[in-house]
């Protein structure tokens, strides 16, 4: 039996009125605790403040889903009714929509709970933003004996009924970069007495530029952009230093480790060149998201079936930290049409709620038929596909 898609909807817009930022989920913890035991669905411990972890269904074979229940630092500007109670915080990236679709299949699998063939272990996760929650998880152990995981992100740019993965890399890998000049500051009438941070700065941030379109094969996969610039205070003094900074994407690991080398290189060259200092601190983001090619088709499969108009997506240049999981245990990650106007992370994303009931029962039909497909693999003396 599926849960009624009023339900669904009335939960995603109670998480949507309430959001709360990374790591600070706790009234989103409590709902969400609150509705699953309602359902009378088990929640396992966990080791930390914020997050739920739901298991359904008993015997060896186990899988994971993942939903995101995090928020962002945005004022909302969409003007829906059950708009943000919390000013400067919003569900801009549709975490409130993945966590009513995981509800929903978690309902949907409870009814089914009898004839499951194995457990499906449901990740409500903290701290998707700030790539945090996913390695929590997996430190609290609970990936522990999982089979395989799938999740999703809602993709505005899609139309709704409509599903899209790829095999291998999808996310980038999604890293920070900080660079700090120091020069020696001086009065602006006489430059010659000092060393001008600023110019340095930005023939570095040039040449940043240049380094990527001509550093790089031009079929590589890169991005790098400087996202800030911080330096001087008024108008009549060369200031002593400039701090800048951004985020560089990549979606192969030997690239990403041949930019920062260059950039550190390029950042101490030039530097050198005008007799200032300059140093690069380099933040590894979430890395490149991986989809095992065998879940990925299977995944793709089974929307197929259901009626989603299934495509293959393209790269994706965002980072997703749901590609932790993926360095431990095969899986896919999907993407589900939203159909908003405005994209991710903007005051006025409004993804069209019409996708989460149809994505519920998506991922309650993939977790069965993938406990199904993992069972006769584990123990068919002949191995049979079921997809
Ligand atoms: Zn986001
Ligand atoms: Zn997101």
New binding site residues.
């Given amino acids: 039996m599926r849960p009624d898609e009023s339900q669904l909807i009335a939960w995603r817009r109670e998480l949507h009125t309430w959001p709360e930022l990374s790591g600070k989920e706790f009234a989103t913890t409590k709902r969400l605790r609150e509705w699953l035991q309602n359902a009378g669905i088990r929640l396992l411990d966990i080791p930390l403040e914020t997050g739920v972890v739901a298991e359904i269904g008993s015997g060896e074979t186990l899988i994971a889903l993942r939903a995101?229940i995090d928020a962002?630092p945005i004022n909302e500007t969409s003007g829906v009714r059950f708009h943000s109670r919390h000013p400067g915080i919003m569900h801009?990236?549709?975490?409130d929509v993945h966590s009513a679709v995981m509800l929903g299949a978690a309902l949907e699998l409870k009814a089914l709970e009898a004839q499951l063939p194995g457990r499906v272990r449901i990740l409500f996760q903290p701290a998707?933003?700030i790539a945090l929650g996913a390695k929590q998880l997996i430190a609290a152990g609970m990936l522990k004996n999982v089979q395989a995981i799938f999740g999703m992100?809602n993709e505005p740019g899609l139309p709704v009924g409509t599903f899209a993965t790829r095999n291998g890399a999808f996310y980038a890998n999604a890293d920070k970069f900080i660079i700090r000049v120091t020069g020696k500051g001086a009065h602006a009438a006489h430059p010659e007495q000092g060393v001008d941070a600023i110019v340095v700065a930005s023939q570095i941030i040039q040449g940043l530029q240049s380094l990527t379109s001509r550093g790089f094969n031009t079929l590589d996969s890169l991005v790098l952009s400087v996202t800030r610039i911080d330096g001087g205070k008024t108008w009549n003094v060369l200031p002593s230093g400039v701090e800048f900074g951004g985020t560089a994407r990549t979606h192969d690991m030997l690239v990403r480790a041949g930019l920062e080398e260059k950039v550190r290189q390029l950042v101490g060259q030039f530097a050198l060149a005008h007799g200032a200092e300059a140093t690069l601190s380099w933040h590894p983001g979430p890395p490149v998201l991986i989809n095992d090619p065998e879940w990925a088709q299977f995944s793709s499969d089974v929307a197929q079936l259901l009626g989603y108009r299934v495509r293959t997506a393209d790269l994706h240049l965002?980072g997703?930290d749901f590609a932790f999981y993926l360095q431990h245990i095969p899986g896919a990650f999907v993407s589900i049409g939203s159909a908003s106007d405005y994209g991710?992370?903007h005051g006025s994303f409004t993804p069209d709620e019409a996708l989460i009931s149809p994505a519920a029962h998506y991922f309650a039909q993939l977790s069965q038929r993938a406990l199904q497909h993992l069972s006769a693999r584990c123990c068919a003396s002949t191995p049979t596909e079921t997809h």
């Fill in positions: 995101d962002l801009a990236c549709g975490h998707e933003e992100h965002g997703e991710l992370h």
